[in-house]
């Protein structure tokens, strides 16, 4: 008997162990580091990230639990902008750590919804159940000395290639602003289509920066070929014209 308690604490000093290891290895993954993949349930069935999307710019909101009132207006205002977001070639992904029933009696709920006196919507993007919350601990989103859950609420910009481009956290207590999620997107978008930087307080259509020149001997060439199309502030300052 004695040799049985003896092992059995063994082993549950080892399992406690892998667990407290597991555990210190959660951390939100950088800019520039593929996006963790999974497959788990959603209301649109099961999602197999990111396979599903190939080709496609990603979003991943996270959100702590269905029926909460912040989470549920950014629901519904993201679903006014859906369409936005299927013409700049991205897909929309809402995870939420209740089980998948719960999604579906949520989503029910929000589209009978006249939100601010508008029209209902439908919802057409999945939300996907992290009940055990495997994804949460993939994107270090539940951090190991602070479990609580209603610091889930990430945002995680993925580019084609499977990239981490952006990243937002959001307290509970504060909506996400999703003209700004959207002109994010926009602008790492342009970014890679016409290999520049966008200055701040960008808006699609703006002028964009350009990647400096080395040096003022450098600025000096550039500002003598007289090109119309970009100008300068300084010599290490070069916008584009975008119209």
């Not at 299927?86 to 579906?104: E, P, Q, R």
């Not at 601010?116 to 992290?130: E, H, M, S, T």
């Not at 003022?216 to 975008?242: C, G, H, I, L, V």
Request: charge should be neutral.
């Amino acid at each position: 008997m004695k040799k049985f308690i003896a092992f059995f604490l063994l082993m549950s000093l080892f399992c406690l162990s892998l667990y407290a290891q597991d555990e210190k290895n959660i951390r939100i993954p950088l800019i520039g580091e593929d996006a963790p993949s999974f497959v788990a349930n959603s209301t649109l069935g099961e999602i197999k990230f990111p396979q599903d999307y190939f080709a496609k710019w990603k979003i991943l909101l996270s959100h702590p639990a269905d029926f909460t009132p912040v989470c549920s207006s950014e629901i519904l205002e993201l679903a006014k902008l859906q369409e936005n977001f299927i013409k700049l070639n991205t897909a929309i992904l809402v995870i939420s750590t209740d089980g998948i029933n719960s999604h579906m009696e949520w989503v029910n709920s929000l589209e009978g919804i006249e939100y601010k006196q508008g029209p209902k919507v439908r919802i057409n993007f999945p939300l996907i159940a992290d009940d055990h919350l495997e994804i949460s601990k993939k994107y270090g989103m539940i951090h190991p000395t602070y479990s609580d859950k209603k610091d889930i609420r990430g945002v995680f910009i993925v580019d084609p290639d499977n990239k981490i481009r952006a990243i937002f956290f959001y307290p509970f207590t504060t909506g996400r602003n999703f003209d700004e999620i959207e002109r994010t997107l926009i602008a790492l978008q342009t970014a890679d289509k016409e290999s520049t930087l966008t200055p701040a307080n960008w808006r699609p259509g703006d002028d964009v920066l350009i990647a400096p020149p080395l040096n003022r001997n450098e600025a000096e060439k550039m500002k003598q070929k007289n090109d119309p199309r970009f100008y300068s502030y300084t010599w290490y300052m070069w916008f584009k014209k975008m119209k």
